[in-house]
Each structure stands twice: as structure tokens, then as C-alpha cells.
């Protein structure tokens, strides 16, 4: 990815409301309502391996809507953008600190009602298995 190629972004819903992920936590809508950007995009959660950042992040009927934007010069951001580009890696996950969130005994559930974004990750398997890339764009083309 050099300069004359552009910025690589990718498009997709890093969470999805209302849904249970694999570990019986169900996001609610608003707990997303005090975002702060940037966050960094990841590779699996790895703190030590960034590959861009988040520049646009929204709450919209669906879930956590992200666009992110691949690092330039960077050997894993070209890693990454090669394999969602291929279809290879669609999965989407966010880390967060909980902020509230209460049992729900009757589903077995834990709902998140309000988070704090800290990340968002490219991911093999995301924990909801909603969360996924909904498409990568050329900087000129995707509307942030």
C-alpha cells in the first residue's frame, strides 16, 4: 500500500445488538454512546501487533457499525488487507472495559449495557459470529 495507491479501508459491524456471542454476552443497543476515537484495528486482539485504526465508529439499528483504515508502510496492514481483500479473514471482534452491565438469569446471559471501546480486531473467529467485514474499499471509495 503506497501513497500512490491510497488508503485501504475496510467496512463492517464490529458488534451486533441484541444477539448472544459465544460467551453468553449480549450487547445492547446505546452501550456504545460515549465512543472516543481513534482506537486501534488489530490483528486477533494482539496489542503488540496494530494494523490501523478505527476512524469512523457508529451505533446503528444493527450493531457497532466501525470503518477502519489500514496502516501504510506497515508489513502486517499489507498482510491483513491482502486476506480480507480475499475473503480470507471476514471476522470482526471489539475489546472493551465494562462500564454496566447486568445478568439476565432467565436466558443465561450477561447484558452489555454500557463499554468502553478500546480496540477492535481482525479475527479468525469472532466471538459473535455476526460481527464480520462487510466490505474493503480504496480511501476514494468509502464514504467515512
Not at 9 to 27: E, H, I, M
Not at 38 to 54: E, I, K, N, T
Not at 69 to 86: N, P, T, Y
Amino acid at each position: 500500500m503506497t501513497d500512490a495507491e491510497g488508503a485501504v479501508r475496510l467496512a463492517g459491524y464490529a458488534a451486533v445488538f441484541d444477539v448472544p456471542d459465544r460467551g453468553r454476552d449480549v450487547v445492547r443497543a446505546g452501550a456504545f454512546g460515549g465512543l472516543k476515537l481513534p482506537v486501534p484495528l488489530l490483528w486477533q486482539h494482539g496489542a503488540d501487533r496494530p494494523v490501523g485504526r478505527v476512524v469512523k465508529a457508529e451505533e446503528d439499528a444493527r450493531g457497532l457499525r466501525v470503518v477502519c483504515e489500514f496502516a501504510d508502510g506497515s508489513a502486517a496492514a499489507r498482510e491483513a488487507a491482502a486476506l480480507v481483500k480475499a475473503g480470507a479473514l471476514t471476522g470482526l471482534s471489539f475489546g472493551y472495559r465494562t462500564k454496566r452491565a447486568r445478568p439476565d438469569r432467565v436466558r443465561g446471559v450477561r447484558e452489555l449495557l454500557d463499554v468502553e471501546l478500546v480496540e477492535v480486531s481482525l479475527v479468525t473467529f469472532p466471538m459473535q459470529p455476526l460481527a464480520r467485514v462487510i466490505g474493503v474499499f480504496d480511501e476514494e471509495r468509502v464514504n467515512a
